[in-house]
């Protein structure tokens, strides 16, 4: 399946019963364009959890390139809001990891799909012949290691923990020595599963940001925040949150095939300055998708890019590796 389908699979809620579909029956109810048009096209925006600041730049944008290119005909305003979307919404769904071993940091609150995308994510590696090993440094609740050591069984990588309530930093550390001895390519460690207290949170990722630089001297670094689309706009204000906390370098975006909510990738890419780098699009390995820019905005709005047959297979930045 080319990453076009696998994209508009992912957004059939959001073109069926969200934006898109109630954009099309604006458009399809006005003969001309108008400032109504204009107005109606923002209010959908906005109630579609792409936000208000989102929201207005587009149809700024829109407004001008209508303006601009001299645009008459209504019916070409889906096409023209479709390229709009596709300058503003922007993705990096290269991971940055060129060293032996690099550390991959995974944080998100609980119910967000966090541990599942993390077994997902350590299968794609192993299948690009990364050898991975895990760390439990979400320490916070026994059932989050749990859940962490079957997705590391089904994974077939290897799992560094402690007991429930134990020093996060202290299950990195042992994580770091464990995955230099065994040679390991990549490092994921599950942390910071909650935001009851900023000032806490912050505290605990600068303690394991001390260790992995006095261990790990040089590593790369991605520090990946898990969201779930069906939230919508609350998943940004995490994002925000999360950002000040933890100097996130991406997101990953879960459960966007199961909300019509998919405008939020719009608000995390304009208000966040953040690249989402991947989406999860369903329940299976490969439904954890690495972030496409040109296939969501093309997706979203049902038309097909050129090469809407290609796969990504390779997701870690060739000339950073």
Do not use: C
Request: proline content about 2%; cysteine-free.
């Amino acid at each position: 399946m080319g990453i076009f389908d696998v994209f508009k699979r992912g957004l059939k809620k959001t073109r069926d019963e969200g934006i898109t579909a109630q954009m099309d029956e604006v458009i399809e109810s006005h003969e001309k364009i108008t400032d109504e048009l204009f107005d109606e096209l923002e209010e959908i925006l906005i109630m579609g959890d792409v936000g208000m600041n989102t929201a207005e730049r587009i149809i700024s944008n829109l407004k001008a390139k209508i303006e601009n290119d001299r645009i008459t005909d209504v019916k070409q305003v889906r096409e023209t809001m479709k390229d709009i979307v596709s300058g503003i919404v922007w993705g990096g769904s290269y991971l940055r990891l060129r060293t032996k071993p690099s550390v991959i940091l995974v944080i998100g609150v609980n119910g967000v799909g966090k541990t599942t995308t993390i077994g997902k994510l350590a299968m794609r590696l192993k299948e690009q012949n990364r050898k991975v090993i895990l760390g439990a440094a979400d320490t916070f609740r026994a059932a989050a290691i749990e859940q962490l050591q079957v997705w590391a069984d089904r994974a077939q990588v290897d799992l560094i923990k402690h007991a429930e309530g134990s020093d996060p930093a202290s299950v990195v550390y042992d994580t770091i020595q464990a995955g230099k001895a065994r040679g390991s390519d990549i490092i994921i460690i599950d942390t910071a599963g909650r935001l009851h207290n900023k000032k806490n949170l912050m505290d605990e990722l600068n303690k394991i940001s001390r260790v992995i630089d006095r261990e790990l001297p040089g590593a790369t670094r991605e520090t990946l925040l898990v969201l779930d689309a069906t939230t919508g706009q609350n998943a940004v204000n995490q994002a925000k949150d999360f950002k000040e906390a933890a100097g996130i370098t991406g997101i990953i975006l879960t459960k966007l095939d199961g909300t019509a909510k998919g405008g939020v990738v719009l608000a995390i890419n304009n208000e966040l300055d953040v690249p989402v780098k991947f989406v999860g699009v369903g329940e299976e390995i490969e439904d954890l998708q690495p972030f496409d820019a040109d296939a969501f905005a093309s997706a979203l709005f049902d038309t097909k890019i050129p090469d809407d047959d290609r796969e990504i297979e390779n997701f870690i930045s060739d000339d950073e590796k």
